[in-house]
């Protein structure tokens, strides 16, 4: 095949799914000549699996995306049919926004934004193999011969990656929707001495929506009270037309299927090698390893306005069509559904996380990042968050600039990010509420103070938006300082109020800010005692109430951040010795040397290595014996 020079760039982003989206426009939107190489232009940003945005944890990454100045919040906002808040009875530190999309919608306006950003070049094709110079990425070749050459690669080719999707006895290399696989860029990532492993997901099938008697299922409606993604959109455009979602379940019949076709399912076959999501299993495995259960949850949710496409959430699975057609007709509600499309597993390959740096950098080559399900994790939403930092730290490198690190104490993008890099995975990561030792100070609501000042000095976030946000520091700042100052006595008025409440009486004269402190003292209650002349936005109000009710969980939490910064500022040197080290347990070293960790905070979340290990590498590190330390700023 003949070879032909196609163009020069500062950052080719392969793949234009969920992470690639992100990583192109954050590498555009800060001023790097960006190529978004892809192999198929109708599938950029395309919803393959759940039709949705956000959930537990999910939801506050699409939040920090859009506090630093990424778009799925934006476009979620644009193209959504159905909106709702989860967990509103419980805490701030797991309510989480929830957003059902027009699928279509979704991919053609992110195409939309991405072919009208400045520096960003879309392309279709396929990248067949890296241009590597002496350990250095220089470049892509496509399939037709083109050269492009850069000064650094972003790799978020996801379930593409030698995909193979299995439908019964049924196995063919596909990418996802049955969309072409990328075969060659595997290849030329183990020829370049690249760890790699096999993943797998699957989809559900889906159902005609005229064919579903939805009179024997329960509705779930979308929220009345105004709620968006993005700190951009105002409540006013908020969608009064929503779609619901409906609600039915498996039962005894739906199991005896599954269980009567066991001989066929891929799952175990043996047909399936790659290692499925624990927290989305198939329905197959789920009647398996939960056979004490008389049904499990299934939720029938719209694809989209224009569409008659319903997802039937719950039962993904790659049992053969026939049995996939029986199991539907089981199910109440479904009993005629005509089934539009079968369910299927992929398998598709991720390079094991260990190989990169916290930047998203590979450690085997430079300037080559990689994002997304190629990483080891599922969902749109994780994608999304490597996206915008790969997409970030490409451009930093490309500036001479230090790479942005986010720590797990900033964002659930940084948990996510240190959790593959540290502790790797061997199965489909997925962002869970648990995961994040400081979740009471990493919420829905606090995206925007915890990143959005991060976003304007990198570059994404405008003045004029960086402005809009400091008024509302000021005025949450502000509110505060007036609920400490002002005190209130206790009135008949405060009384009868407490005695409605089934709250002890005021014995004294109490500050405003400690009286809201009482569990069932309202913000919007307490206005009636402490009345404000002017308007603040519901958004404020919402974050003085948060702040003042758990100042001291957050206080606490934030202590235990301060004590770990100096641990997190420890760099390790690059040419540390880990094997001379005595003292270290072997375990400790075989890790070490493996992972690699650039920070003392980031080696003592290893496995295997335990506070002893710990204690002697920092005392090799602060004396110097091996290397000097550099301190980051």
């Known amino acids: 095949m003949n070879h032909y020079e196609a163009g020069n760039f500062d950052v080719i982003v392969v793949g234009a799914g969920h992470a690639g989206s992100e990583a192109a426009l954050a ?96 392309r279709q094709g396929i990248a067949d193999e890296l241009i590597i110079e002496e350990g250095i990425c220089k470049g892509i070749i496509t399939n037709t011969g083109a050269i492009y050459r850069s000064k650094t690669v972003i790799l978020t080719a996801g379930t593409s990656s030698r995909g193979q999707i299995i439908i019964g006895e049924l196995k063919y290399s596909s990418g996802p929707n049955n969309s ?47 709620n968006h993604f993005s700190y951009e959109t105002p409540n006013s455009v908020y969608l009064k037309d929503q779609l619901s979602c409906w609600l039915t379940y498996t039962n005894e019949e739906t199991h005896q299927k599954i269980q009567e076709n066991l001989h066929r ?20 495995d789920k009647v398996v390893r939960f056979s004490d259960k008389p049904r499990h ?9 224009n569409t008659e496409e319903v997802y039937v959430q719950g039962l993904s699975t790659s049992l053969p069509e026939d049995v996939q057609q029986d199991i539907i007709h089981s199910i109440e509600g479904l009993e005629n559904a005509e089934m539009m499309r079968t369910g299927y597993a992929i398998e598709y390959d991720v390079v094991t996380p260990h190989q990169l740096r916290p930047s998203l950098e590979t450690k085997v080559v430079e300037n080559l990042f990689t994002a997304g399900q190629m990483n080891g994790t599922s969902g749109y939403e994780e994608a999304a968050g490597q996206g915008i930092m790969a997409g970030i730290n490409a451009a930093l490198k490309v500036q001479g600039k230090e790479p942005f690190v986010m720590k797990r104490s900033e964002g659930y993008i940084g948990v996510m990010i240190d959790d593959l890099v540290t502790k790797g995975t061997n199965e ?48 949450v700042e502000g509110e505060l300082e007036r609920l400490g100052s002002i005190r209130l006595k206790p009135t008949a008025e405060i009384q009868s109020y407490l005695t409605e409440k089934n709250q ?30 002017y308007e603040l936005p519901a958004t404020v109000e919402e974050q003085v109430e948060i702040q003042v009710k758990y100042e001291g969980y957050i206080a606490k939490a934030s202590q235990k951040v301060d004590k770990l910064k100096r641990m997190e500022n420890k760099r390790i040197p690059e040419n540390i010795d880990y094997a001379s080290i005595n003292g270290i347990a072997t375990e400790a ?39 000097k330390v550099s301190v980051l700023e």
């Open 27 to 122: 590498a555009a939107r800060m001023g790097s000549k960006t190529l978004l190489i892809t192999i198929n232009l109708d599938m950029v940003a395309f919803m393959p699996c759940n039709p949705s945005i956000g959930g537990p944890a999910k939801g506050v990454v699409v939040r920090e995306i859009d506090a630093l100045g990424g778009e799925m919040g934006r476009n979620i906002d644009k193209t959504y049919i159905q909106m709702r808040m989860l967990n509103t009875g419980k805490g701030p530190a797991v309510r989480a926004l929830r957003a059902q999309a027009d699928k279509f919608m979704y991919a053609n306006e992110m195409k939309k934004t991405i072919e009208e950003t400045k520096n960003l070049v879309l």
């Open 504 to 533: 002890a009486p005021l014995k004294d004269g109490i500050l405003a800010k400690d009286f809201l402190r009482r569990p069932e003292v309202a913000y919007q209650d307490l206005l009636a005692f402490v009345p404000r002349d």
């Open 265 to 284: 399912a891929p799952m175990f076959t043996g047909i399936v090698e790659g290692v499925g999501a624990r927290y989305c299993p198939s329905i197959e």
């Open 589 to 627: 070293k075989e890790k070490l040397i493996k992972i690699q960790p650039e920070t003392i905070a980031q080696a003592s979340r290893i496995s295997g290595v335990n506070p002893a290990d710990i204690s002697i590498l920092m005392v090799y590190v602060e004396q110097g014996k091996i290397a």
């Open 180 to 226: 072409q696989p990328s075969i060659k860029l595997s290849e030329s990532l183990l020829e370049n001495g690249f760890e790699l492993k096999r993943f797998k997901t699957g989809t559900p099938p889906r159902v005609k929506s005229s064919t579903i008697d939805y009179s024997l299922t329960e509705e779930q409606p979308g929220d009345k009270k105004a």
């Open 297 to 305: 949850q299934l939720f029938l949710e719209p694809e989209g306005r």
């Open 428 to 475: 489909p990561y997925r962002l869970l509420t648990s995961r994040a030792e400081y979740r009471l100070l990493l919420r829905h609501d606090n995206a925007d103070f915890r990143l959005t000042k991060i976003g304007h000095e990198i570059g994404l976030i405008s003045k004029e938006r960086y402005d809009t946000f400091l008024i509302k520091k000021a005025q």
